[in-house]
């Protein structure tokens, strides 16, 4: 067995001398597929077909590359009748494994006998054109056409299958039985075969019991007498039939529940377990992918608040630009004297950022110009009281002072 | 007893020979060690990230 990773040669050990990979998972899954090839090649032995299909296509879905399996698949199809699905595995294995491989001379063989292949594809043409057919209410045609698939192909199990079930459908029950039997006689584990059979068996037993039961009525009606009937019965054979039967019953279903119901509880713990295992996978693969979505949100959550800082930045700072334009235009205005415009970009500016001593004073100077003493005593007072520290708090004193009529010290000392 | 509606959609057209082949030669298959090798793949990678 090689390693899954580096394809290097496994020693007993199940973690590889090479790259370290470990193959136990690995190891027991290609035991498992191995042991589904087993059985299906002893079923395929036993011309099982349809249940060493079965446990080949299982041993594959484990290991696609398990050669032998898919080949042997190829061969039981074949028997089968089902070429189109025995040359699709060997094509599969000749893909996988190109050199040395026996499927190769499977599909040259079947290719190169172009008798072979125009009979099995004539047969194959003819079964789909039944099954039209038989999809439009022509099921007296699509029985010929199945027959001489037959004919053409007596491997084609499938059309014995189709054959069967269109003879049930019309309740010609000796026929159908007598094709599935044929069908089972190539394919002993066939399952659509044995079901129908059993199906077709208790259909015959209710017909029968159908006739018994009219027989019995028309003895009944010949006699003319019913009293009569009775005395031709024997009722005691029959309570001991019953009795019998009851017993046997009893035994065997006794012996049968002592033998299984231990297994079958096996069975049933094992399957649990299995599945508890599988949840407890699917449970654990599931928090790990949560772990990694919860990672991922709280670097998105980061990455927001990271940017949330940088648009607020970008907006302060877009503001004091704004405010610092606007100051500027502000004197500008002033020195020209158009007191009126200054004074709304001092207001403008202050409205937008209060802490900024500058537009307060600017605007009083303003109001000052404009002769609005009132407004222009207000400005500078809020000058004195909310930005005592700042450079204009001297002129402001100097100018309320004067505004007022009171000395600049008193004023000093009433807001320092 | 038997559903014959039922029972006829079991069955298939089949495919010709060469069609057969062609079909196995494009096929993609997956298996159980395909998910394997992905999921243990899968289990590095987050390991890594973290």
Known sequence: MNCFQCKSRLGEKDICHKCGADNSMYRQIIYTSNRYYNAGLMKAKARNLSGATESLRFCLQMNKENIQARNLLGLVYYEMGDADLAVREWSISQTIMPNNNPAEKYVRELIEDSDKINTYNNAVRIFNQSLECIKTGAEDIAIAKLKKVITINPGFLKAYQLIALLYVKRNEYEKAEAVLNRCLEADQGNIVALTYLSELNRAIKQKKKKKVGVAGKQEYNVRGNGASIFSSIDFSSYIVSALCILVGFLLAWGVLSYVSTPAIEEKAAQKQETKIQEYQTIVSELSEQIDRKDDKIELLQNEIQRLEQEIEEIINSQISGNIEKLIENGVDLYEVQNYEEALNNFIAAYTAKDDEPSPVFWAAECYRALENKEKAIEQYTIILTKFADSDYFDQSASTLAELTGTSKEEIIAQYQ | ?50
Request: zero cysteines; a negative charge; proline letters at 2%.
């Open chain 2, 1 to 50: 007893m038997i559903n014959f509606e039922e029972e006829l959609e079991k069955f298939k057209p089949s495919m010709e020979i060469g069609e057969a082949e062609e079909e196995g030669k494009t096929a993609h298959i997956t298996d159980l060690t395909d998910i394997m090798i992905q999921l243990m793949s899968q289990k590095v990678e987050t390991k890594g990230d973290k």
